[in-house]
């Protein structure tokens, strides 16, 4: 098995350091990793159960607090003093100084002594209509007072419980309003008068769900009913996402204890728990994030293995130090061997000993004086070659001088007003400046289709039938970025082996189809064709198959697709298709460079065999577009 090329480039020195560190650091990040999984389910599971035993606390408070509400309920209903007073409050009839007072003293007293004594109430209050007697604060008070709560604006049923609104009975300049509270609302009626009056004991939200308004914890709360979700003000974007998915658990999946169901919430793995609150009409739901429970065990265990990986560090250099000292007569050696490279052909091994070491610095100062003999002679022959390829450059013809010619020839003929010799120098310059000026290798189509223009307008000149270039390409993909010569060879190879033995008048059209990311232009000739052993030949020559065939047909495709795919790989590339008689389709897959052409229809070369004549009139050659 051959070793890694890092490990045969490594010094020995450091390949001692490196197997020591692997025998070490291999069982050690095993154990590791070991550990630090334990750890992890140890403290999920932890974290699990403290939440069961939170969300089981929830449960019985919201059973004691139900309780204690309907309790206190029937303490005031039953009390016939009080219903004697909204009776005759709700009549109209007249109060005695007296009969208030003493009301006042021995009845509305006991009530609000028996609210301060239970530390789970907020308020109880009767609110009555009759705006002639008097309140009795913090007991009764008028309905007036009612109707500037939230909920009273609405529509509420008799003993139903009404969440998360703030008592705002007294105008805010009197009394800050408290937040967040929750009642249990009875209507009090009397079988003659109807309704006399209506009860609100409420408590603290906080005292039954304290963790909706925590501002600081590791997971997310809600106490969520059929058309409410109430949770802290921060989470609210976390619960309107989704809470539907999370009440989709509930049922068979999710326990109604308070153990938690896994499950994946924006790609992260989350716990969640529930437990019904029927005395709420709710389910107060909890979610833990995998990662927020061993966000402190990572980060502990990154200061480990930091810790560690520094402990491991110094360890090797200790190694490497003492290793490098042992072989310290063989880095005589490497020193030398250094020296050499630097240009230094006159130095020597010097004398090591009679061990296997000293043998190689001996072999070694043999070796160099073949080597410098060898040296003598090649100098000899650089300086032979050197003098050929400075008479080669001499025979050479600047480019730019036959340029330079081109243009005053182009002037002579003006002058002669032999404007078609004109116009075909000029032509013949602008396509020997295009070949000069390569720059970074890469064109717009709209220079590289000028290109083409300059070829045929060329071609035509030479020959006695003309050749037609159709284009169908839309405004948005001229400015897109190509290698260069990519379309101009290959119309090249369509006159030189398809159109060149038949000598008629024709057309070559070039169009565009887009193809998700990327965009085919499609070069379509009536030509000849190719036959089908030829075809299949240049399909494998594409593929980068190595065949034994001669000659240049085929290379300038193959160049073309070599070139796109080394620089944009992925799907870009040359393929072709034809048949004989029936014309040559070639299609250059390449990618956007700027903004796609959306308006570019979809197409794909048509399948081999299946004609190019018939394919190129169908599937490729649309409607319309310029003939030049």
């Not at 530390?119 to 609110?127: C, D, E, K, T």
């Not at 419980?161 to 703030?166: A, G, M, R, T």
């Not at 410098?372 to 100098?379: C, F, G, Q, Y």
């Not at 300059?454 to 030479?462: P, T």
């Amino acid at each position: 098995m051959k070793s890694p090329r890092f490990l045969v480039n490594m010094r020995l020195n450091q390949k001692f350091a490196l197997m020591v560190f692997a025998c070490l650091i291999v069982p050690f990040i095993i154990l590791a990793a070991v550990m630090y999984v334990n750890m992890q389910t140890e403290a999920v599971t932890d974290r699990l159960n403290e939440s069961r035993r939170r969300m089981t606390k929830i449960g019985s408070d919201a059973e004691k607090i139900a309780n204690l509400c309907n309790m206190t309920s029937q303490f005031f209903l039953n009390n016939p003093r009080l219903i004697d007073f909204l009776r005759r409050a709700a009549a109209g009839g007249g109060f005695t100084p007296e009969e208030l007072i003493a009301f006042r003293r021995d009845d509305v007293g006991g009530f609000e002594r028996l609210v301060i004594a239970n530390p789970y109430l907020y308020q109880v209050r009767i609110y009555y209509g009759n705006e002639g007697v008097p309140e009795f604060m913090p007991v009764l008070y008028h309905a007036s007072r009612m109707e500037r709560l939230s909920w009273a604006a609405g529509g509420w049923a008799s003993g139903s419980w009404q969440l998360d609104y703030s008592d705002t009975i007294f105008p805010p300049e009197i009394m800050k309003p408290a937040r967040n509270i929750m009642a249990l609302v009875i209507e009090i009626k009397d079988a003659g008068l109807g309704r006399i009056g209506v009860m609100e004991i409420a408590v603290r939200m906080n005292e039954l769900f304290p963790e909706l308004f925590a501002e600081k914890k590791d997971f997310r709360c809600a106490f969520i009913t059929e058309g409410e979700i109430f949770c802290h003000p921060g989470e609210n974007g976390f619960w309107d996402e989704n809470a539907a998915g999370l009440l989709s658990l509930q049922g068979p999946k999710m326990p109604a204890d308070g153990r938690a169901t896994e499950t994946f919430i924006g790609g992260r793995l989350a716990y969640v728990s529930s437990i019904p609150v029927n005395q709420f009409g709710g389910k107060y739901i909890t979610v833990i994030f995998r990662n927020d429970i061993t966000a402190d065990l990572a980060a502990r265990r990154n200061v480990f293995f930091l810790i560690a990986g520094a402990a491991f560090g110094l360890l090797v250099i200790g190694v490497n130090l003492i290793v490098k000292a042992m072989l310290r007569r063989f880095y005589e050696i490497v020193k030398t061997v250094r020296k050499i490279q630097g240009g230094d052909m006159n130095v020597t091994a010097p004398d090591l000993g009679g061990d296997e070491i000293g043998d190689l610095a001996k072999q070694f100062n043999r070796m160099l004086d073949s080597i410098r003999r060898l040296m003598d002679e090649n100098v000899k022959r650089e300086l032979l070659a050197r003098n050929s390829e400075i008479r080669a450059l001499q025979s050479q013809i600047n480019a730019h001088f036959i340029y330079n010619v081109l243009e005053s020839i182009k002037m002579m003929a003006e002058v002669d007003s032999l404007y078609e010799i004109s116009d075909a120098v000029t032509t013949l310059g602008n396509m020997l400046r295009y070949g000069m000026q390569w720059g970074s290798g890469y064109v717009t189509v709209k220079d590289e289709i000028e290109h083409v223009q300059n070829y045929l307008g060329l071609i035509n000149i030479r020959f006695d039938y003309e050749i037609a270039l159709k284009l169908d390409l839309p405004d948005c993909l001229l400015n897109q970025e190509i290698p260069k010569l990519t379309v101009q060879p290959i119309v090249e190879n369509a006159v030189a082996h398809g159109i060149e033995e038949l000598a008629i008048d024709t057309e070559i059209e070039i169009r565009a189809a887009g193809a998700d990311a990327y965009f085919d232009l499609f070069i379509t000739d009536r030509g000849k064709g190719i036959p089908p052993e030829r075809l299949e030949a240049i399909r494998k020559k594409l593929a980068g198959a190595v065949g034994e065939e001669s000659g240049a047909k085929g290379i300038g495709l193959k160049n073309v697709h070599d070139r796109i795919v080394k620089a944009y790989e992925g799907q870009s590339g040359v393929s072709i298709d034809s048949g004989p008689g029936m014309g040559t389709i070639v299609k250059i897959r390449l990618p956007y460079k700027h903004a796609d052409c959306g308006a570019l229809e979809t197409a794909d070369t048509p399948a081999a065999g299946g004609g190019a004549d018939a394919a190129s009139y169908n599937a490729v050659a649309p409607d319309g577009g310029d003939v030049i």
